[in-house]
């Protein structure tokens, strides 16, 4: 049973649960607040208990989503519900809704990402039509609300209501952008780019740092998966790699393609962005980019590092220091924002830049 008022709500992708837990209690561990998680494997969600509600409020406090790897969404849980009725379910959520004594801007039913709580997206959307109405009889949405009513079904019977705090929460129910593979891009490896600039990147980052006209590298790009996201904006790309790149866009005019090692090549000017999907070490891949960054050879940096099949959260700490630590020796400060991308699979996706 959760404990009301006690305890935080993360998604994830399952298999990752022990990762996700891990960061939490990292975080947590740093407050001295004396908290525990809660997962089951393959479940696709964390539950990080608190000694009491003070607790919990100090921890929502100083951690948010953008700043952890392995959450794709992270709620504040009011309470849980077991034996859900087959015939009267909302007849049971709108009670415990009524009880947060809170207004919300919206409300969303939603479920973890795992194999079971998928057969649960029909059940969801038509309890949530149900939802809303009701909710706009009793008065309790408000367009101005800074939170969102989340309601969590785990299985058909438990629910957790949980609220999300609008300005630094997921804008996707789950975490998760539903993306649709472009028919004209060469690869779906074009997803997790896609996914990345809408996930870690804010819009008028997007709007600032993704002009026109602006340079970029891809390292490892063949066939063009990432290249094609940054053609599609109108950017220059030097596409780096021994193998074939799509001929759309090599016919593009925006793309040259040079057949050599990326670990060996440097550009003859910066850029702005460099961007890196190669198959390698996590921490051959990130010496390699901490070089970029130390060196000034790009302004923004995008690049996976594919995770080991153990200690996958240590491995992630080692690779951030070591980037950090390079830089700084270069005299400089980087800002790291990283998640598990839900078109990740053993990795992670990272944005990083000079300050």
Same mark, same amino acid.
């Given at each position: 049973?959760? #404990?009301?008022?006690?305890?935080?709500? #993360?998604?994830?992708?399952? =298999?990752?649960?022990?990762?996700?837990?891990?960061?939490?209690?990292?975080?947590?561990?740093?407050?001295?607040?004396?908290?525990?998680?809660?997962?089951?494997?393959?479940?696709?969600? @964390?539950?990080? @208990?608190? $000694?009491?509600?003070?607790?919990?409020?100090?921890?929502?406090?100083?951690?948010?989503? $953008?700043?952890?790897?392995?959450?794709?969404?992270?709620?504040?849980?009011?309470?849980?519900?077991?034996?859900?009725?087959?015939?009267?379910?909302?007849?049971?959520?709108?009670?415990?809704?009524?009880?947060?004594? /809170?207004?919300?801007?919206? !409300?969303?039913?939603?479920?973890?990402?795992?194999?079971?709580?998928?057969?649960?997206?029909?059940?969801?959307?038509?309890?949530?039509? #149900?939802?809303?109405?009701?909710?706009?009889?009793?008065?309790?949405?408000?367009?101005?609300?800074?939170? /969102?009513?989340?309601?969590?079904?785990?299985? @058909?019977?438990?629910?957790?209501?949980?609220?999300? *705090?609008?300005?630094?929460?997921?804008?996707?129910?789950?975490?998760?952008?539903?993306?649709?593979?472009?028919?004209?891009?060469?690869?779906?490896?074009?997803?997790?780019?896609?996914?990345?600039?809408?996930?870690?990147?804010?819009? *008028?980052?997007?709007?600032?740092?993704?002009?026109?006209?602006?340079?970029?590298?891809?390292?490892? !790009? #063949?066939?063009?998966?990432?290249?094609?996201?940054?053609?599609?904006?109108?950017?220059?790309?030097?596409?780096?790699?021994?193998? $074939?790149? *799509?001929?759309?866009?090599?016919?593009?005019?925006?793309?040259?393609?040079?057949?050599?090692? =990326?670990?060996?090549?440097?550009?003859?000017?910066?850029?702005?962005?460099?961007?890196?999907?190669?198959?390698?070490?996590?921490?051959?891949?990130?010496?390699?980019?901490?070089?970029?960054? !130390?060196? =000034?050879?790009?302004?923004?940096?995008?690049?996976?590092?594919?995770?080991?099949?153990?200690?996958?959260?240590?491995?992630?700490?080692?690779?951030?220091?070591? @980037?950090?630590?390079?830089?700084?020796?270069?005299?400089?400060?980087?800002?790291? /924002?990283?998640?598990?991308?839900?078109?990740?699979?053993?990795?992670?996706?990272?944005?990083?830049?000079?300050?």
């Amino acid at each position: 049973m959760s #404990a009301s008022g006690r305890s935080v709500l #993360a998604y994830c992708r399952p =298999g990752f649960e022990s990762e996700c837990a891990q960061e939490l209690a990292a975080r947590d561990a740093a407050l001295a607040s004396g908290g525990f998680a809660r997962s089951t494997r393959d479940s696709g969600f @964390v539950e990080f @208990v608190f $000694p009491d509600p003070a607790a919990r409020q100090r921890f929502t406090a100083s951690v948010t989503l $953008p700043e952890l790897t392995f959450a794709r969404q992270l709620l504040c849980v009011h309470a849980r519900i077991d034996g859900l009725p087959r015939e009267d379910r909302l007849g049971v959520l709108m009670p415990a809704i009524r009880a947060t004594g /809170r207004r919300h801007r919206d !409300a969303w039913i939603e479920s973890p990402d795992n194999d079971a709580a998928r057969e649960l997206a029909g059940l969801c959307r038509s309890l949530n039509n #149900a939802l809303i109405a009701a909710m706009k009889r009793e008065s309790l949405l408000d367009a101005h609300s800074p939170s /969102r009513l989340h309601v969590c079904l785990i299985d @058909v019977q438990t629910a957790l209501i949980a609220e999300a *705090d609008i300005a630094t929460a997921s804008s996707w129910p789950g975490g998760i952008p539903r993306l649709r593979f472009p028919s004209a891009a060469p690869s779906r490896s074009t997803l997790k780019l896609e996914e990345a600039l809408l996930t870690l990147l804010a819009a *008028d980052e997007r709007e600032r740092w993704l002009k026109p006209g602006m340079s970029a590298v891809d390292l490892g !790009a #063949a066939p063009g998966g990432w290249t094609w996201q940054l053609v599609r904006r109108s950017i220059s790309v030097i596409a780096v790699d021994n193998g $074939p790149m *799509d001929q759309g866009l090599i016919d593009s005019g925006l793309v040259t393609h040079l057949r050599t090692d =990326g670990f060996r090549f440097q550009p003859q000017n910066p850029v702005d962005w460099m961007v890196c999907d190669m198959v390698e070490q996590p921490r051959k891949v990130a010496a390699r980019m901490a070089e970029w960054l !130390a060196g =000034g050879w790009c302004r923004f940096a995008i690049f996976n590092l594919k995770l080991p099949m153990k200690k996958r959260y240590d491995e992630v700490c080692l690779c951030r220091a070591l @980037v950090q630590e390079t830089v700084a020796a270069a005299g400089k400060r980087i800002e790291w /924002r990283a998640r598990q991308l839900y078109h990740d699979r053993e990795e992670i996706t990272v944005f990083a830049r000079i300050l």
